[in-house]
């Protein structure tokens, strides 16, 4: 270890290097959680500890690192690369390689293919995406009649979301009914069958949707062999984000690691924004007493990134939380600027204003980039995506529709998924209905031959669609066959899809050539990834971001302004921040039916959306914004007033800009405005 090295851990204060150097020197083998509020550095002792291990002669391939998302991981490996390539002395700052840097997900699935013939699992299994696996859902679910039912059963989706609950809250169907879904709670018989039944075809199918890849690794670790095996091939295991985790993923690191030893977890408990997808806070309030040997705790207490008054904004937010872990931050970031609290009159007058500022600052020498809006539900930033459109600011929205769920990309993934997989009743239902005169029975009749068919090639070629076009049907049996037999290899084999793809996408859409532009970008991204396998892998796991100008993802040297649902926007940091629809009935979401734990959540969005801001934060009130509210009496419309978290007694904590732009004054038909100015009157008087 260098000199260099020891002046980079002299860069982290005493708390930080602790969680850096914890293990090493006292050869302690206890576990560690570093339990902090936003922007205390903890992904940053993260990433130094991660260096620190690899400069005291850790193995980067035994070293598993699981974030949020990709994009987290990614950033993670360069922060890391960076520190290493100082700490050596290296020229330039290339990553190290981490291999196992990823999501829980995204791993689950590599170990998966990995040890798929030893757990009774097939290795070309597909991995469905949140579409596919409402698809699959909702054949199975008329497949019981249960769609037909007269009364209403709850549609697909919300049957994903039940199933989904109980995989990865591990609770029983019953108990998750009640609490989460209580206007389902009627269907639990039905329900079930209809679960047992899903999860029968995702068997016959070869197909694992996202909570099998954890469920799958979770059960697989029920073996002590394999447990023993799979956490002996990591020293480290390494979790940020903690408070957003599920039981699963809980029990998933307590097999892995039972005593502690090598285990790292870091989070903040006022951060946990996920209770939806079943993660519980619990998972890192207990993580301490969870081994023999009680974890070491370490917290941290300065806050790096935001300015003093931001921070004390955030701070009172939070405080007013009725559970907490009670942590103090400060920061020496001193600044007159208060955060904004900025009444607008309406949703576009809002999209007017942040526009406005945003190139404001861009004038002063701002990035866009070092920008973001940042809003509760994806739909709520269009008035703002029209206007940004309409001034040509480029923009790339996180969180929001996604690259790959537009429908022609679908199809053209489901022809290599289908390649992949000639049991995915999924790709084929999809893929076989592009072509012409062949409707879902025809579908339905070729996925049934297949099932049975030995040879999935010839049983294709050899198929009839009864009223189909033959020689279109020909054309795909060719093509299916050529991707079948893997000859073309990676990424000749998507120009084949594109190219037989094109004249269907010309019948089905109207903006056909906008779609081929997209497929040309898809085929751009491919050369990144190795094989079909991993591309249709890593693609369905973590899809690019939908972006203005084009469907595919930005190029690295463009500026764009960052749009980010706030449950996106988790871990990162910005200049400038801009919160749209600060309101009742936005946030908190649903104002009238949130029990108490709910609106917690929503106070916690709150301050994740508030201290993701370095100098300069817009809290923004429009002034007249609809909300749907529940009532006895149904549905009505309300106009939602400023959010409940900033009461009047947090207002001087704000700048309070009060210069609404004026509303249409609202006036009975037929009757005419007052002039502004009587210019015929003025005229008059010079010659008075
Ligand atoms: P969050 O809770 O939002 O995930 P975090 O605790 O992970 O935040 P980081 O993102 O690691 O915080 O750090 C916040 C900012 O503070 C970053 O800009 C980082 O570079 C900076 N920072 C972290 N540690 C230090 C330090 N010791 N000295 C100076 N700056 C630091
Ligand atoms: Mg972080």
Same mark, same amino acid.
């Given at each position: 270890?260098?000199p260099q090295?020891?002046?980079?851990?002299?860069e !982290?204060?005493?708390?930080?290097?602790a969680a850096a150097?914890?293990?090493l020197?006292d050869?302690?083998a206890?576990?560690l959680?570093?339990?902090?509020?936003?922007g205390t550095?903890?992904?940053?002792?993260?990433?130094h500890?991660?260096?620190?291990?690899?400069?005291?002669? @850790?193995d980067?391939?035994?070293?598993l690192l699981?974030?949020?998302?990709?994009?987290?991981?990614?950033e993670?490996?360069w922060?890391?690369?960076?520190?290493?390539?100082?700490a050596?002395?290296?020229?330039?700052?290339?990553p190290?390689?981490?291999?196992?840097?990823?999501?829980?997900?995204?791993?689950? #699935?590599?170990? !998966?293919r990995?040890?798929?013939?030893?757990i009774?699992l097939?290795?070309?299994f597909?991995?469905?995406?949140?579409?596919?696996a &409402?698809d699959l859902?909702?054949m199975v679910?008329?497949?019981?009649?249960?769609?037909?039912?007269a009364?209403?059963?709850p549609?697909k989706?919300?049957?994903?979301?039940?199933?989904?609950?109980?995989?990865n809250?591990?609770?029983p169907?019953?108990?998750?009914?009640?609490?989460a879904?209580?206007?389902?709670?009627q269907?639990?018989e039905?329900?079930n069958?209809?679960?047992t039944g899903?999860?029968q075809?995702k068997?016959d199918?070869?197909?694992?949707?996202y909570d099998?890849?954890?469920?799958?690794w979770?059960e697989?670790?029920g073996d002590p062999?394999?447990?023993? &095996?799979?956490?002996?091939?990591?020293?480290?295991?390494l979790?940020d984000?903690?408070q957003?985790?599920?039981?699963l993923? #809980?029990g998933?690191?307590?097999?892995?690691?039972?005593d502690g030893?090598?285990?790292t977890?870091?989070?903040?408990d006022?951060?946990?924004?996920?209770?939806?997808r #079943? =993660?519980?806070?619990?998972?890192?309030?207990?993580?301490?007493?969870?081994f023999?040997?009680p974890?070491r705790?370490?917290?941290?207490?300065r806050?790096y990134?935001?300015?003093?008054?931001?921070?004390?904004?955030s701070?009172a937010?939070i405080?007013?939380?009725?559970?907490?872990f009670?942590?103090? !931050?400060?920061?020496?970031?001193?600044?007159?600027?208060?955060?904004?609290?900025?009444?607008?009159?309406?949703e576009?007058?809002?999209a007017?204003w942040v =526009?406005?500022?945003?190139l404001?600052?861009r004038?002063?020498g701002?990035r866009? $980039?070092?920008? @973001?809006?940042l809003?509760?539900?994806s739909?709520?930033?269009?008035?703002l995506?029209?206007?940004?459109?309409r001034?040509?600011?480029?923009f790339?929205?996180?969180?929001?529709?996604?690259?790959?769920e537009a429908?022609?990309?679908k199809?053209?993934?489901?022809?290599?998924?289908?390649?992949?997989?000639?049991?995915?009743?999924?790709?084929g239902f999809r893929?076989?209905q592009?072509?012409?005169?062949?409707?879902? =029975?025809?579908?339905a009749?070729?996925?049934?031959?297949?099932?049975?068919? #030995?040879?999935?090639?010839?049983?294709i070629?050899?198929f009839?669609?009864?009223?189909?076009d033959?020689?279109?049907?020909r054309?795909?049996a060719q093509l299916?066959?050529?991707?079948?037999?893997?000859?073309a290899?990676w990424p000749?084999?998507?120009?084949l899809?594109?190219r037989w793809?094109a004249?269907h996408?010309?019948r089905?859409?109207?903006?056909?050539?906008?779609?081929?532009?997209?497929l040309?970008?898809?085929?751009?991204?491919?050369?990144?990834?190795?094989?079909?396998?991993?591309?249709?892998t890593?693609?369905?796991l973590?899809?690019p971001d939908?972006?203005? @100008?084009h469907?595919?993802?930005? $190029?690295r040297?463009e500026?764009?302004?960052i749009?980010?649902?706030?449950?996106?926007?988790?871990?990162?940091?910005w200049?400038?921040?801009y919160?749209?629809?600060?309101v009742?009935?936005?946030i908190?979401?649903?104002?009238s039916?949130?029990?108490?734990?709910e609106?917690?959540?929503?106070?916690?969005?709150?301050?994740?959306?508030?201290?993701?801001?370095?100098d300069?934060?817009?809290? $923004?009130?429009?002034?007249?914004?609809?909300v749907?509210q529940?009532?006895?009496?149904?549905?009505r419309?309300?106009?939602?007033?400023?959010?409940?978290?900033?009461?009047?007694?947090?207002?001087?904590k704000?700048?309070?800009l009060?210069?609404?732009?004026? !509303?249409?004054?609202?006036?009975?038909?037929?009757?005419?405005?007052?002039?502004a100015?009587?210019?015929?009157?003025r005229i008059?008087?010079?010659?008075?």
């Open positions: 270890v260098g090295h020891a002046d980079i851990l002299a !982290l204060n005493a708390e930080q290097r150097a914890h293990g020197a050869a302690d206890r576990a959680l570093v339990i902090a509020g936003a550095g903890k992904t940053s002792a993260l990433a500890r991660v260096v620190n291990l690899i400069l005291h002669g @850790a980067p391939q035994r070293i699981l974030t949020f998302s990709r994009r987290a991981a990614q993670m490996a922060r890391a690369g960076q520190v290493l390539s100082r050596l002395g290296l020229q330039g700052g290339e190290p390689a981490l291999p196992w840097a990823g999501t829980f997900h995204g791993i689950g #699935a590599r170990l !998966l990995d040890y798929a013939p030893r009774g097939a290795e070309n597909s991995i469905h995406d949140r579409g596919d &409402e859902m909702g679910r008329h497949a019981r009649g249960l769609s037909a039912t009364a209403r059963f549609l989706g919300t049957c994903l979301g039940i199933y989904s609950r109980v995989v809250s591990g609770a169907l019953a108990e998750v009914l009640a609490r879904y209580p206007w389902c709670a269907w639990e039905e329900l069958g209809l679960f899903y999860v075809a068997q199918q070869q197909a694992l949707d099998d890849l954890l469920l799958y979770a697989m670790l062999g394999l447990a023993a &095996e799979l956490g002996g091939r990591f020293d480290h295991v979790v984000e903690y957003d985790t599920n039981a993923q #809980a998933i690191l307590l097999a892995m690691k039972p030893k090598g285990l977890v870091v989070g903040d006022a951060q946990a924004i996920y209770s939806f #079943a =993660a519980t806070v619990r998972n890192i309030l207990d993580f301490p007493q969870r023999a040997t974890a705790v370490i917290t941290l207490s806050n990134r935001s300015s003093q008054p931001i921070l004390e904004a701070n937010v405080a007013q939380a009725a559970e907490r009670k942590k103090d !931050l400060w920061t020496d970031r001193h600044s007159s600027l208060k955060p904004q609290l900025v009444a607008v009159s309406d576009a007058g809002q007017r =526009a406005d500022r945003v404001e600052r004038e002063e701002l866009l $980039m070092a920008q @973001a809006v809003f509760r539900t739909s709520h930033s269009a008035a995506e029209l206007e940004l459109a001034r040509n600011i480029p790339v929205k996180f969180g929001g529709l996604k690259f790959l429908g022609h990309i199809d053209a993934l489901a022809v290599l998924r289908w390649a992949q997989n000639p049991r995915s009743r999924v790709a893929v076989a592009l072509l012409p005169g062949v409707g879902p =029975a025809t579908a009749r070729l996925m049934d031959t297949l099932a049975d068919a #030995a040879d999935p090639v010839s049983a070629a050899g009839v669609p009864a009223q189909g033959i020689e279109a049907w054309g795909f299916y066959a050529a991707l079948a037999s893997g000859k290899g000749a084999e998507l120009e899809v594109t793809i004249p996408l010309e089905l859409y109207e903006d056909a050539r906008v779609r081929q532009g997209d040309q970008q898809l085929s751009r991204l491919a050369g990144a990834y190795g094989s079909r396998e991993r591309f249709l890593e693609l369905t973590d899809p939908a972006t203005s @100008a469907a595919g993802p930005p $190029m040297d500026d764009y302004l749009l980010s649902t706030i449950h996106s926007a988790k871990g990162q940091e200049k400038a921040v919160v749209l629809n600060a009742d009935g936005c908190p979401c649903d104002i039916t949130g029990a108490s734990e609106i917690e959540e929503e106070r916690r969005l709150l301050y994740v959306a508030m201290t993701r801001a370095r300069f934060l817009h809290v $923004m009130v429009p002034q007249r914004f609809y749907t529940q009532t006895g009496m149904g549905d419309h309300v106009y939602g007033g400023r959010t409940r978290f900033i009461p009047d007694s947090l207002l001087d704000f700048d309070l009060p210069r609404p732009e004026p !509303l249409e004054p609202i006036r009975p038909k037929g009757e005419k405005p007052a002039p100015m009587d210019v015929a009157a008059r008087a010079r010659w008075r």
